[in-house]
Nanobody, 124 residues
């Protein structure tokens, strides 16, 4: 079974950077497997942030993070990353690593595997 273990996160001032990491265990194929990052701010619904196809290809980003966040993967290490630059207070949220057996990585609904979540706090 797929298991996700997150690390990174913390507190940073506006304009700063953080990198989140997610170790992915137990996936059986690259051919139909997506990985991504979601976030949930207090009082708001969970939203998709970025996703990528494990087999390669262009990543997907929600509009609010384009140009600032970069999702990447290292298949040799079975690790997913989210590099977050130019952070804003609006980015403050609990961030979740996610994965799913699917081909459409840019669709945010119905993901089946989730990490425990890690807090990112951006102060002004």
């Amino acid at each position: 079974q797929v298991q996700l273990v997150e690390s990174g996160g913390g507190s940073v001032q506006a304009g700063g950077s953080l990198r989140l990491s997610c170790a992915v265990f137990g996936y059986t194929t690259y051919s139909s497997f997506c990985m991504g990052w979601f976030r949930q701010a207090p009082g708001k619904e969970r939203e998709g942030v970025a996703s990528i196809y494990a087999g390669g290809g262009s990543p997907y980003y929600t509009d609010s993070v384009k140009g600032r966040f970069t999702i990447s993967q290292d298949n040799a290490k079975n690790t997913l990353y989210l590099q977050m630059n130019s952070l804003k207070p609006e980015d403050t949220a609990m961030y979740y690593c996610a994965a799913d057996y699917r081909y459409q990585c840019g669709s945010w609904g119905g993901w089946n595997y989730w990490g425990q979540g890690i807090q990112v706090t951006v102060s002004s």
